[in-house]
């Protein structure tokens, strides 16, 4: 099992659990933080007896020896840390989420060329985030410690949905996928109508776009003339 690091501190594992007191060093050991002080408090009590009740293994005690001292699930020392401070709590979730993160199959079936799972994924990672975000804000919500695979795909469709790309083909027959700089619409038809090689655009377009540029041109002097005059009139 790769050993888990909070800091420059290394946390002993024992059957899937985690060292209390190891996380204890590496929050900065202060007397308040100890476990013990956590384990007697009610909420913790009542989240080792929720998680007992799903068949999940809270707590267990080592004595004497180099392993010896508390360890806990991944759900209480989630809950540890959060209790310790905010800046701790936020740094064992990332460490936590990075494990997940290495441990996960290299073989995924991700599909983002299907508009519904990736709507559907990018959906879903946006829970993912704003979960770990109310669990920041102390809200009751408990958020998986893995990275489902479609999470993944997720924050890539997210991404994606920010960007605009485009799909060619080179000389050499090489498939390539380059990102399109996200443009108004303003400038994309300023381009096509400064270009003198444009042939792609059609007499109607043509005819619109002139007719819309005089409106707007109309509109533009007379607001400035009516500006003006309030101007001179208030003299």
């Keep these: 099992m790769q050993a888990l690091i909070i800091g420059t501190s290394e946390v002993r594992q024992i059957d899937g659990l985690y060292s209390l007191n190891d996380l204890h060093r590496a929050s900065g050991n202060e007397n308040r933080h100890r476990p013990s002080l956590f384990i007697e408090n009610k909420q913790s009590q009542d989240l080792i007896a929720e998680i007992t009740k799903a068949g999940i293994t809270a707590l267990r005690t080592k004595k004497g020896g180099t392993q010896g001292g508390t360890y806990a699930c991944k759900e209480l020392v989630i809950a540890y840390a959060a209790w310790i401070s905010p800046a701790f709590h936020l740094k064992v979730i990332r460490v936590f989420l990075a494990e997940a993160g290495r441990t996960l199959p290299e073989k995924q079936d991700i599909n983002l060329l299907d508009k519904d799972y990736f709507a559907k994924v990018r959906d879903i990672a946006i829970k993912f985030a704003d979960d770990w975000v ?3 804000k102390g809200e009751d919500v408990h958020p998986s410690l893995t990275i489902p695979d479609d999470v993944l795909a997720g924050i890539i469709a997210q991404q994606i949905s920010r960007q605009n790309f485009r799909l060619y083909v080179d000389y050499a027959g090489q498939l390539h ?3 399109i700089p996200n ?3 303003y400038e994309g038809l ?3 109508i400064a270009d003198p090689g444009n042939i792609g655009l059609t007499d109607e377009v043509i005819e619109e776009i002139g007719a819309a540029c005089v409106k707007a041109l109309a509109y533009r002097a007379h607001y400035r003339k009516s500006v003006i005059g309030k101007i001179r009139g208030t003299k």
Excluded: L, M
């Design 177 to 179: 996928v380059a990102p």
């Design 134 to 136: 109310r669990v920041g």
């Design 190 to 192: 300023a381009e096509a």
């Design 183 to 185: 443009k108004s619409p």
